[in-house]
């Protein structure tokens, strides 16, 4: 069975489980139960939180490969309300119509498995420049390429292709960060010598740290400064859009200038100024 089909399998088996642990539960001991499905909710609601905002803190709680698999607690949620719902309806009619909601509500916290099943990003080839870095396929492939970089550096051979596949990379969706991760960690682990960390990093503890990081740059807004308005025109770089590259370490050679791989472009110099501008504040290590 392909691996996401046996951790949407175990899904499956936990949701029922839960559902179970709620009729159970429900039962013996009301007021406690009530609790706990406070307790679940509170917990959807900060797991929300770190899942699209501190992706870093996430995986540093639960730093499996295959914790994408397990991003959704919603239908664990709401499979643990159901029987508590359920026996809270007074007659047949109004345990029908309670009854129904909650399968409209089960069946919309499934709507986020849909990712799992979406068209693979396609790759044409496996091409690198002369430095080494991995030039990106497609407009969906720039997680996947630089990943491929970035493992280079360290010694360990892949494929944009093989990426695609370990990261889930989607067609006009791209790389999820959770499944970056699971590309990286099932990449690295055979070399217990080094771990993957997503860190939130300033541009200057970057620099400072001088080491090799996968990092999201662009410009997500309009630009407000001249260095944004340059980035814009002369480099154009487009509003409203992220791309991911290398950060291969300051250029001894050019103080000032940071070498960038690029999967568009492959090896680049980039003005410090510029790389602070583009850069969002996340680095995937492998430490």
Avoid at 62 to 85: E, R
Avoid at 207 to 228: H, W, Y
Wanted: with cysteine; hydrophobic share 45%.
């Amino acid at each position: 069975m392909p691996m996401p089909l046996f951790h949407i399998a175990l899904n499956g088996l936990l949701i029922l489980l839960f559902g179970f642990l709620g009729w159970i539960s429900f039962r013996k001991e009301r007021k406690l139960t009530l609790y706990l499905l406070v307790f679940l909710l509170i917990l959807e609601g900060v797991q929300f939180y770190l899942l699209n905002r501190r992706p870093d803190l996430y995986t540093s709680i639960l730093p499996f490969s295959g914790i994408i698999f397990y991003f959704n607690l919603y239908p664990f949620v709401v499979a643990f309300a159901v029987p508590i719902l359920l026996r809270l309806g007074k007659d047949k009619m109004q345990k029908l119509r309670i009854g129904m909601l909650c399968l409209v509500m089960f069946f919309l916290s499934l709507v986020p498995y849909r990712y799992y099943f979406l068209e693979p990003a396609e790759s044409t080839r496996n091409i690198f420049d002369p430095n080494g870095v991995c030039i990106q396929s497609s407009p969906d492939t720039c997680s996947a390429a630089a990943a491929v970089t970035l493992l280079r550096v360290y010694g360990i051979e892949t494929t944009e292709a093989g990426m695609i596949r370990l990261a889930l990379t989607k067609k006009k969706k791209g790389t999820d960060r959770l499944g970056l991760y699971r590309g990286l960690k099932i990449m690295t682990a055979g070399r217990p010598d080094l771990e993957v960390n997503i860190m939130q990093t300033s541009c200057r503890e970057l620099i400072e740290r001088n080491i090799p990081a996968l990092i999201t740059v662009g410009l997500t807004r309009e630009p407000s400064t001249d260095i944004e308005i340059e980035l814009r025109d002369r480099y154009q770089w487009k509003p409203g859009s992220v791309h991911d590259v290398v950060f291969l370490g300051t250029d001894d050679d050019h103080p000032g200038q940071i070498k960038i791989g690029e999967p568009q472009f492959g090896m680049e110099t980039w003005p410090a100024p510029h790389l602070g501008a583009l850069y969002k504040g996340m680095a995937v290590y492998l430490e």
